[in-house]
């Protein structure tokens, strides 16, 4: 089913799981075949998958994109189970198809030059693609594990764990703060709210002025419909969704957005 939005997508199509593995402790990786939607994804989209027809109002549930594989026709998606939906999206078996519908939103403008990625647990979910599409010179991640930690390949990697397991025994933002990212061209930063607040208010003002944002939004429809994923920016509220997930970091109202989020 095609959108009545002029481009040639979102698409809702059918997507067949393939391969499911449990990466941690409550976090999976799936991988899906889905031709349409491989071939037309960006880094920074995200699909809306429909968890269970028989579970609901737990229909869909937004998921990044975190890698494609073109030749095979698929896509990953890397979640943790922290509710009902994504139970049971983890239950799911090798073979079952899925209501998918994406991609969704706007991703990362990829540019040419250095990167840096910057992402804390789950807000690295997406950096995989990324990272096959620009040079990425460095990455700093941080998690509560070593279990937790995604992959992210790298020209540098520095890793923070809340329990010391791994690099750095701290919060990701400890090793922002020792960082020299005004040599990188371009940062991409992903991760909870009061961590992307805590880099943002760190960075100098050319820096920010060259920072995306995959923010973080509760959504339900995915694309504009509902206006429930709406965060609010310097020119006023802006869908995640359709406006975003991925936005100018500069774009955003932080406090507005720490307060809305309070």
């Known amino acids: 089913m095609e959108s009545n939005s002029g481009d040639p997508g979102p698409l809702e199509t059918m997507a067949t799981l393939n391969t499911v593995e449990e990466v941690a402790r409550g976090v999976f990786r799936h991988r899906y075949v889905a031709p349409a939607i491989a071939d037309g994804a960006e880094p920074g989209q995200f699909v809306q998958i429909e968890v269970s027809h028989l579970?609901?109002?737990?229909?869909?549930r937004p998921f990044t994109v975190s890698r494609v594989m073109e030749e095979e026709g698929a896509f990953e998606i890397v979640f943790e189970v922290v509710g009902r939906g994504t139970a049971?999206?983890?239950?799911?078996?090798?073979?079952?198809?899925?209501s998918v519908m994406g991609p969704l939103g706007r991703g990362y403008r990829t540019a040419e030059g250095s990167w840096a990625l910057i992402g804390g647990g789950m807000g690295?979910?997406?950096?995989?693609?990324l990272s096959e599409r620009v040079d990425v010179r460095l990455a700093i991640l941080g998690a509560?594990?070593?279990?937790?930690?995604?992959?992210c390949e790298?020209?540098?990697l520095l890793i923070a764990t809340e329990d010391g397991s791994r690099g750095r025994c701290g919060l990701v933002t400890d090793l922002v703060f020792e960082?020299?990212?005004?040599?990188?061209?371009?940062?991409a930063l992903c991760g909870p709210l009061p961590m992307m607040h805590a880099v943002v208010e760190f960075l100098t003002e050319d820096v920010l002025e060259r920072t995306q944002v995959s923010a973080e939004s509760r959504m339900a429809c995915g694309w504009g419909v509902c206006e429930g994923c709406v965060i609010p920016c310097v020119d006023g509220y802006r869908k995640c969704c359709t406006d975003g997930p991925v936005f100018p970091a500069s774009d955003i109202d932080w406090a507005g957005w720490?307060?809305?989020c309070g």
């Open 258 to 260: 720490m307060e809305l």
């Open 55 to 60: 579970a609901f109002p737990v229909t869909r």
């Open 154 to 156: 790298a020209g540098e």
């Open 124 to 129: 690295a979910a997406g950096f995989p693609f």
């Open 179 to 187: 960082a020299c990212l005004d040599r990188y061209d371009h940062l």
């Open 144 to 151: 509560r594990s070593t279990e937790q930690l995604l992959p």
């Open 88 to 98: 049971i999206l983890a239950s799911s078996i090798p073979g079952r198809s899925l």
